[in-house]
């Protein structure tokens, strides 16, 4: 990074724009609905509070908070919170490990009465 201008140079007659920076939970646009206010302010209460004493255990990348927060940020309360719970379940003993990040849209098979829908085995939708 350039100290003079503050942007990054790959060659010197071509300033490259920096990209946003990434905060800890998700920032991109949502509808700020009064459920999606309430998820995402008890999974940031949990951030402030009760994580510090539960400790960086999670298995997955986001980790369980980030995703629970991108969870209800994106598809709202009654969705977000059926997501973010599987999430912690397939975080336990024998669950699974590695990046899973939440759904951009949810796909046909998740249906608002069928909570169960939520959970998918393995790494695969």
Not at 85 to 107: A, I, M, Q
């Given at each position: 990074?350039?100290?003079?201008?503050?942007?990054?140079?790959d060659?010197?007659?071509e300033?490259?724009?920096r990209?946003?920076?990434v905060g800890r939970?998700?920032?991109?646009?949502?509808r700020?609905t009064?459920?999606?206010?309430?998820g995402?302010?008890?999974?940031?209460?949990?951030?402030?509070?009760?994580?510090?004493?539960?400790?960086n255990?999670?298995?997955?990348?986001?980790?369980?908070s980030?995703y629970?927060y991108?969870?209800?940020?994106?598809?709202g309360?009654?969705s977000?919170?059926?997501?973010?719970?599987?999430?912690?379940?397939?975080?336990?003993?024998?669950?699974?490990?590695?990046?899973?990040?939440?759904?951009?849209?949810l796909?046909?098979?998740?249906?608002?009465?069928m909570?169960?829908a939520?959970?998918?085995?393995?790494?695969k939708?």
């Amino acid at each position: 990074m350039c100290g003079a201008c503050g942007q990054w140079h790959d060659d010197e007659d071509e300033p490259r724009e920096r990209s946003k920076p990434v905060g800890r939970n998700w920032a991109g646009p949502f509808r700020k609905t009064p459920g999606r206010l309430i998820g995402m302010g008890f999974i940031r209460l949990y951030q402030l509070t009760l994580s510090g004493f539960i400790g960086n255990g999670c298995r997955h990348i986001p980790t369980c908070s980030e995703y629970g927060y991108e969870a209800f940020a994106r598809h709202g309360f009654w969705s977000g919170f059926w997501l973010t719970l599987f999430r912690v379940g397939r975080c336990g003993p024998g669950g699974t490990s590695g990046l899973d990040p939440v759904p951009e849209v949810l796909g046909s098979g998740y249906q608002r009465f069928m909570p169960w829908a939520f959970w998918k085995f393995g790494k695969k939708a």
